[in-house]
């Protein structure tokens, strides 16, 4: 889900420094809503996470930045694939990306709702009407907000990310420090090497594309290489301050969350605030159960509407070059894309049916989330392989970051990440154990992602002279 923003070189540029660089990845990465999906496997989710990071977080901020910084123009992916590919793998990258987001709102509204009832009544989550009721009215929420633009989305989004992300992930992990310390009970075996191996088997490897979606992002930073002194050296310092920042907070909020709540107890949608909960009541806090809901709540709704529209604008990028029709570049004074903003709440809106229709609401966020993981491996395919490519066919594009070790290098560094998205499409197709229905499982992911990516090709085929601006900016009809 990233922001589809870009710059060319000319304009003026802060210069940032390594620790603001790494601090603006793990902003757009670090979430606490996919802590509790990875709590289940206890000591073993540090094993996961590592080969997450290996496979995934390390390759795509170093593809990231050297697609980033050799062709920074608007589109991001969609540039980027482009140039590899042509109009139409460019187009098929970012419209996965966008698709994506479809995806990914009912699940983040979902632990926005979830959270919330801890402030009310946690009893409240297991109701699928509360649910989409609260899901609905965050959604559209944050939709009229994103009507006023980028600037207010942003400054909302800036806000969320703190409240939302790093003080619930510091605090968690601070609460799972003094659990330990004072000596209460963990539901997790005692620690040893053998249990940081994961256990590969049918019924884990689903969890495997939990990590694409929780690393989803990183491809941000790249668009803040060219605003570094020295990308060649302060980058990938970045990269590895940030990577280790977002590993360890995340490690350590999972295995804070796995210490109190016993797997088979554990709500995907309300896991974060089961723990909090757990964690003031033995501090004899419990009247702070309902506050931190409530901070959290806004935090996540507030960082809703700053990522609302940015795959949004991207899209309009595709609509200015005569690939959709006119109404999706269309924007307000604000410049805002209105019919985007607007068709994108419809369809999420319809697809947040599904936890009102489906007998569980696990049920309902596995579907939604593996959805939201086959596209985006969609997308990172393309990404890796565009970088391979690129160096290929036009060597001599300036990069001010440039992956190290020539062609070895990038090979390395794509291939590794493609067969990472791969390995994960593939796994993400896998049912969870508690799914009755295999089969059906993945027949509506199947469906469901490729209704998702498919419109690219359907838009090309109806391409129309006049769907095209001229130089001045209008169409031959306008």
């Not at 806090?285 to 931190?292: I, K, N, Q, S």
């Not at 991207?314 to 019919?339: C, H, I, S, W």
Request: aromatic share 14%; charged share 10%; with cysteine.
């Amino acid at each position: 889900m990233s922001d589809d923003g870009g710059s060319g070189p000319s304009q003026s540029r802060k210069v940032l420094g390594i620790f603001t660089l790494a601090m603006i990845n793990v902003a757009a990465v670090l979430s606490i809503r996919n802590f509790p999906s990875m709590a289940v496997y206890g000591w073993s989710c540090i094993g996961w996470y590592v080969i997450g990071t290996v496979m995934f977080l390390i390759p795509i901020s170093l593809a990231g930045a050297e697609l980033a910084t050799g062709w920074p123009d608007g589109g991001g992916v969609y540039s980027w694939v482009k140039q590899a590919f042509g109009e139409k793998g460019g187009f098929v990258a970012l419209f996965c990306e966008w698709s994506n987001n479809l995806v990914w709102f009912p699940t983040v509204l979902s632990f926005i709702a979830a959270t919330l009832a801890f402030a009310l009544t946690p009893d409240l989550a297991n109701s699928h009407l509360y649910m989409f009721g609260v899901m609905m009215i965050a959604f559209w929420g944050t939709t009229a907000i994103a009507y006023f633009g980028e600037e207010a989305s942003t400054k909302f989004g800036n806000v969320g990310v703190i409240l939302g992300s790093i003080i619930p992930a510091i605090l968690i992990t601070l609460f799972g420090v003094w659990w330990i310390a004072s000596g209460q009970t963990l539901v997790l075996p005692p620690f040893s090497l053998d249990q940081v191996v994961p256990e590969i088997s049918l019924p884990t490897l689903p969890f495997f594309a939990t990590i694409i979606l929780l690393f989803a992002g990183m491809e941000m930073a790249g668009f803040h290489a060219l605003e570094v002194r020295n990308p060649q050296r302060d980058f990938p310092l970045a990269m590895a301050v940030s990577a280790f920042v977002i590993f360890f907070c995340t490690v350590a909020a999972t295995l804070a969350i796995a210490f109190v709540i016993p797997a088979d107890k554990l709500s995907l949608a309300s896991g974060v605030m089961q723990a909090i909960q757990y964690f003031f009541d033995a501090a004899g806090l419990p009247e702070l159960v309902g506050p931190m809901a409530v901070l959290i709540t806004i935090g996540g709704v507030v960082s809703l509407a700053a990522w609302l529209i940015g795959p949004a604008k991207g899209l309009g990028v595709v609509a200015e070059e005569g690939n959709m029709p006119p109404m999706f570049d269309r924007t307000n004074k604000y410049g805002a894309p209105v019919a985007v903003l607007f068709t994108q709440a419809l369809i999420g809106s319809l697809i947040s049916l599904l936890y009102v229709f489906l007998p569980s609401v696990n049920q309902a966020y596995w579907i939604l989330s593996a959805m939201t993981v086959e596209l985006l491996c969609i997308v990172y395919v393309l990404v890796f392989a565009a970088l391979i490519k690129l160096r290929y066919t036009q060597p001599d594009t300036p990069r001010p970051f440039k992956i190290p070790g020539g062609m070895t290098g990038v090979w390395l560094v794509g291939g590794i990440g493609a067969a990472g998205v791969i390995f994960s499409f593939l796994v993400g197709l896998m049912p969870p154990s508690y799914y009755d229905n295999g089969l059906g499982y993945v027949a509506a992911v199947l469906f469901g992602t490729f209704v998702l990516a498919a419109p690219p090709l359907v838009f090309l085929r109806m391409k129309k002279p006049e769907w095209k601006k001229n130089r001045a900016g209008v169409r031959p009809d306008e």
